[in-house]
């Protein structure tokens, strides 16, 4: 039976990718820079069977989360299965079996690692099958990993991924095995997806500009990473999640995923870095929970941070990177 095993992990962008060119398979009007998250990884099973049509279903695993994929979800999955057999030119069908280590209802991003996910199985699968010269090549990789969903482009390369155009490269950068907190907020579905957020933003009158302004907070947090100045880092980190969750406050319609609880995470976290001067880089993605990073030598701040919020919100809580995830 001709069957792989793959996972890939999740990634967090802290110059975000927000806005993308309509109709040109994801993308982006700006370029992103993310760190990945190596503990929150999606598996994907890719097995081959005879006739019939491509099928998703949920991978049953004990260490694994179970989750339901909608119609709609699965769909889109199975289309970004096709599109790789259209690239390969493999013409067989297979099963999908998927699901991540991480719940999926605490509206934690999973399309970055599953459609990575998805696309090294069959890469992995298809070189078997059609053997192609680009097969392996991380660059085609990401790029046909970004037309399933944008993001996930950036989770083939690890601890830093950069994406400019049309596929994520890795940035070598002197931070590395970061501590990781989620303060889950919210866990309810989202009434907008990052999709549909990407064309809302659009609409916005702060977008004027604001390819300007990611650009030039690309640039100058890659240098504050490169020359250890975590202070710089950390404000352009906080001012451009601030920029996207405007744009979407002020698109038409206007929405909206800060809720009273990240109000007061965010806060509290304001506090804690004005009294010592140090602590994460905070984050919030197109979703209502806050994303923290931590430098691996801040352990203490980290535990702190995690005994803060967890008699109030769910908090997830990952010590640098596990060596037992993949
Ligand atoms: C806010 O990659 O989910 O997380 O390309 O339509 O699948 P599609 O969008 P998606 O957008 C992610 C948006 C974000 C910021 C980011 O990850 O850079």
């Known amino acids: 039976m001709n069957q792989v095993l793959v996972s890939a992990p999740s990634n967090i962008a802290l110059i975000k990718y927000m806005g993308k060119i309509e109709g040109s398979g994801n993308k982006p ?3 992103s820079l993310s760190y990945t998250l190596e503990n929150l990884r999606t598996f994907v099973r890719l097995t081959e069977i005879e006739g019939g049509k491509d099928q998703w279903k949920l991978l049953v695993r004990e260490d694994l989360e179970k989750m339901d994929l909608s119609e709609k979800g699965q769909q889109r999955f199975l289309k970004h299965l096709q599109n790789l057999k259209d690239k390969w030119g493999v013409t067989k069908n297979f099963l ?24 090294l199985a069959a890469a992995q699968m298809f070189q078997k099958i059609n053997p192609q010269p680009w097969g392996e090549d991380k660059k085609v990789l990401s790029e046909l990993s970004r037309q399933g969903s944008g993001s996930s482009c950036r989770s083939l390369f690890s601890p830093w991924a950069i994406w400019l155009h049309e596929y994520a490269e890795p940035m070598n950068l002197p931070v590395k095995d970061m501590h990781h907190i989620v303060v889950v907020v919210e866990d309810s579905k989202k009434e ?55 744009l979407f406050e002020t698109s038409t319609p206007s929405f909206s995923y800060m ?17 010592w001067q140090d602590g994460p880089l905070v984050t919030m993605d197109a979703g209502a929970n806050v994303h923290m990073l931590f430098r691996n030598d801040q352990k203490k701040s980290f535990e702190t941070y995690r005994e803060l919020f967890k008699n109030e919100f769910k908090v997830l809580a990952f010590e640098g990177v596990k060596s037992d995830v993949h």
């Open 29 to 31: 009007t700006n370029g």
């Open 192 to 246: 907008v997806s990052s999709s549909e957020a990407h064309k809302l933003v659009t609409t916005s009158p702060r977008f004027e500009g604001r390819v300007e302004r990611a650009e030039i907070r690309l640039k100058d947090l890659s240098q504050a990473l490169q020359f250890d100045d975590w202070h710089m880092a950390r404000q352009i980190v906080w001012d451009e999640f601030i920029d996207m969750h405007r």
């Open 259 to 275: 809720t009273d609880g990240s109000k007061k995470v965010l806060e509290e976290c304001q506090k804690l870095w004005n009294k």
């Open 96 to 119: 999908v079996e998927s699901a991540n280590n991480f719940p999926s209802d605490c509206g934690l991003a999973s399309s970055a690692s599953s459609f990575a996910a998805l696309t």
